[in-house]
């Protein structure tokens, strides 16, 4: 299946800035039903993409909770990814070069302003769920404070009403290690993905746990000296990034989390969540350290109604990709008829 382009008008963002010429890649999966109101919209993490039948499999898919038989499935690639919306390899059409490193801040709520426009062009005038985890949740949030009247269902999965102190300093660690590759800088393709490497294993200490590394990454031979389990993993997983990913990309969705406030012009992020329409499941996991259970406990204490589960999981933030037994089992509590709003 390949994605679907919508043009966007010039999008006036947050900042203040233009985003000229932009463009959304998105897929679908299923058909409407008669009422037009069996829609799944989801939301995407930071490196994902709109095919989410690929990096949520067991969550959604063909014999899955979310099947494209039972439902009419959205997924759209977030501005500023790599993965076919526009993003800092793309030409400004004021220059015809691409933007790389000069590339406009963008918000969650500019990311949600494209979605709205998406929705608005496929004519989806009531979307039965919106989910999403880590900065997918954060993208739902934002959109379900918008547009209390759109969505029935909010499934929000380790994310945060406002990115902490502990997940900006992480970021800025990462956008640390990108700046100081000389490439980075000298905007070309390619640049920055020597740091990039060095940055993906930075993220995979607040993404996995002790307990995960410990089990998975412990060496069998007491007498090494070298060349750890650990070490190779680490560069493994920077290794398959900057195969598939691109620099100015994630120093650009990284400042985005950052931007991340619900409260933001609102009275804060009490008054942000109250505003909240939709009924509303928060799925918090145990060994989070990025987005703790703290966080998921305030955006359930404060949205009205809302549903709260922890899920027991030893593999930290990732597990919200990866415990799609867990999540089906919440979602299967969570849309029981038994279930009182």
């Known amino acids: 299946m390949q994605d679907h382009i919508f043009h966007l008008p010039d999008l006036s963002l947050e900042s203040g800035e233009t985003l000229a010429g932009a463009h959304v890649a998105y897929r679908t ?19 994902a993409n709109a095919d989410v039948l690929a990096w949520w499999p067991g969550l959604v898919g063909p014999g899955c909770y979310f099947d494209p038989s039972e439902w009419f499935i959205v997924c759209a690639n977030v501005l500023g990814s790599c993965y076919g919306s526009t993003s800092p390899l793309d030409a400004d059409p004021a220059t015809g070069q691409p933007r790389y490193q000069h590339f406009p801040l963008l918000t969650i709520r500019d990311i949600v ?7 608005q062009e496929l004519g989806l005038t009531d979307i039965n769920t919106l989910i999403g985890g880590s900065l997918g949740g954060q993208q739902a949030l934002e959109w379900a404070i918008q547009r209390p009247d759109l969505f029935d269902h909010l499934v929000v999965i380790a994310t945060n009403a ?19 590759d000389p490439t980075y800088a000298a905007g070309q393709p390619g640049g920055g993905d020597e740091g990039m490497r ?57 400042r985005s989390m950052d931007s991340h406030n619900i409260g933001r012009g609102r ?25 703790p259970l703290s966080e998921q406990r305030e955006l359930a204490n ?26 089906t089992h919440f979602l299967e509590l969570f849309y029981a008829p038994t279930f009182v709003h």
Request: charged share 20%; with cysteine; net charge negative.
């Open 267 to 291: 009275g804060g992020v009490p008054a942000a969540l109250r505003r909240i329409g939709a009924r509303t499941l928060v799925l918090g996991i145990t060994s989070d350290v990025l987005f």
């Open 113 to 119: 302003a494209a979605h709205e426009a998406l929705r």
């Open 162 to 180: 406002r990115h902490s102190a502990w997940g900006i300093a992480f970021n800025e660690a990462q956008r640390l290690a990108i700046e100081a």
């Open 29 to 47: 999966w299923g058909q409407l039903n008669a009422d037009r109101d069996n829609v799944v919209w989801v939301c995407h993490a930071l490196t």
């Open 302 to 327: 404060h949205i009205p109604g809302a549903m709260y589960a922890e899920l027991d999981s030893r593999y930290g933030h990732d597990g919200f990709l990866l415990e799609t037994a867990a999540i």
């Open 198 to 254: 060095a940055a993906r294993a930075i993220a995979l200490l607040s993404y996995r746990s002790y307990s995960a590394y410990a089990e998975t990454q412990t060496d069998p031979d007491d007498e090494l000296l070298r060349e750890h389990r650990a070490s190779t993993y680490q560069r493994y997983q920077g290794d398959k990034l900057v195969a598939r990913f691109d620099a100015y990309s994630y120093v650009a969705l990284s």
